[in-house]
């Protein structure tokens, strides 16, 4: 089983350019969910979805868009990068409800310059 | 605003020791969870503690949660090599597993 599957793994841009991290998951998870992870700061949620049409802010959004065409994709796109944007990205899903984990992509790590 | 605390950040322990590392939040939940992170790796879930008094085991780790003084700790029995990688708590922030608030880590190096 694939599971949650992002691209790239690894990326580098200048500052101004504008790029989408992508995100895919064949769990059929309602829930999606994008988080920054940086040293010493563990994971913090960017934004999120509960579902196809749906999505929200969570703790640190500014400077990121989502959208959610389907229940399989949940695109991240930085619209301007900025070096404070040099970061590893995870992508999460999950099936929803009281007793479900979140089951985490592989990771994009991104370097602004 | 929930913020989830870990305490110890950094542990170097003994093979064959054991130790306890705790998980401090700060609003109401009945719901923590535990991850492990290999270096340069996704996260891994380890434990999905879902009420009070919630206690759950897999071969030397078991965790437990006390939502009445927002506690949760990892028990590490007779650690070994393996045990080595960084742990996360986190608990959902507004009643979702798609909202969750992590804790900074505690990084585990277990010595020969």
């Known amino acids: 089983n694939a599971g949650v599957t992002q691209t790239p793994k690894f990326q580098v841009l200048k500052t101004g350019q504008s790029m989408t991290l992508q995100c895919a998951q064949d769990?059929?998870?309602?829930?999606m969910s994008w988080y920054r992870q940086d040293p010493g700061m563990g994971l913090r949620l960017i934004h999120y979805?509960?579902?196809?049409?749906?999505?929200d802010q969570g703790e640190v959004p500014n400077g990121y868009n989502v959208s959610r065409s389907t229940t399989e994709d949940f695109p991240l796109r930085l619209l301007s990068a900025a070096p404070s944007q040099t970061s590893v990205y995870f992508c999460?899903?999950?099936?929803?409800?009281?007793?479900?984990?979140?089951?985490f992509g592989q990771g994009t790590r991104l370097t602004v310059v | 605003e929930l913020k989830v605390e870990q305490n110890p950040l950094f542990l170097s322990m003994q093979e064959g020791k054991n130790y306890t590392i705790y998980c401090n939040y700060s609003?109401?939940?009945?719901?923590l969870y535990w991850y492990r992170q290999d270096p340069g790796k996704s996260l891994e879930s380890l434990f999905v503690?879902?009420?009070?008094?919630a206690v759950k085991q897999e071969g030397r780790l078991m965790a437990s949660l006390d939502t009445k003084a927002r506690l949760s700790t990892l028990h590490i029995t007779a650690a070994v090599h393996d045990l080595s990688a960084t742990y996360f708590c986190?608990?959902?922030?507004?009643?979702?597993?798609?909202?969750?608030?992590f804790g900074k880590g505690m990084k585990l190096t277990v010595n020969p």
């Open positions: 999460a899903s999950s099936l929803g409800g009281l007793s479900t984990e979140a089951f």
């Open positions: 769990m059929n998870h309602e829930y």
């Open positions: 979805s509960v579902g196809a049409g749906i999505t």
């Open positions: 609003t109401t939940s009945d719901r």
């Open positions: 503690l879902l009420s009070n008094g």
């Open positions: 986190a608990v959902d922030w507004q009643g979702g597993s798609e909202k969750l608030v």
